[in-house]
């Protein structure tokens, strides 16, 4: 059985890291894992994935990223623009989230790229 279930398509993740090594090491797991993954490393081109509309069952975004609004905020963005939206936050700095979206998981870092593919997998619809 794929991941997601009877679905005919892999769950679709949207990576949002603006740590090159980081980026490539997870997204490179993902696909492995049978995930298609779109990768930003900033808000603005993460909204604009979700804006185009392009198909996105969970948004995994670092806590900490480059620019004007951090991982926190764009959960909620994410969340205006897709309600149902799930979500993973990541965090080598924090231990948890002040303000997180509602029913959102949270993973410190430094994470092992496995377990973190186990986790995407119960958060995407089946």
């Not at 993954?37 to 975004?61: K, R, W």
């Given at each position: 059985m794929?991941?997601?279930?009877?679905?005919?398509?892999?769950?679709?993740?949207?990576?949002?890291?603006?740590?090159?090594?980081?980026?490539?090491?997870?997204?490179?797991?993902?696909?492995?894992?049978?995930?298609?993954?779109?990768?930003?490393?900033?808000?603005?081109?993460?909204?604009?994935?979700?804006?185009?509309?392009?198909?996105?069952?969970?948004?995994?975004?670092?806590?900490?990223i480059e620019g004007d609004v951090d991982g926190s905020r764009l959960a909620h963005m994410a969340r205006e623009l897709r309600p149902d939206l799930a979500v993973l936050y990541a965090s080598g700095t924090m231990k948890g989230i002040p303000n997180p979206v509602p029913g959102s998981t949270f993973v410190p870092k430094p994470y092992a790229p496995k377990d973190v593919c186990a986790m995407l997998a119960t958060l995407a619809p089946s």
């Amino acid at each position: 059985m794929s991941i997601g279930g009877s679905r005919n398509r892999p769950p679709r993740i949207l990576l949002v890291e603006d740590e090159v090594l980081i980026s490539m090491m997870i997204e490179d797991a993902m696909v492995e894992h049978g995930f298609e993954v779109f990768t930003a490393t900033n808000a603005g081109d993460a909204l604009q994935v979700l804006e185009d509309g392009t198909q996105v069952d969970v948004l995994f975004t670092d806590i900490n990223i480059e620019g004007d609004v951090d991982g926190s905020r764009l959960a909620h963005m994410a969340r205006e623009l897709r309600p149902d939206l799930a979500v993973l936050y990541a965090s080598g700095t924090m231990k948890g989230i002040p303000n997180p979206v509602p029913g959102s998981t949270f993973v410190p870092k430094p994470y092992a790229p496995k377990d973190v593919c186990a986790m995407l997998a119960t958060l995407a619809p089946s």
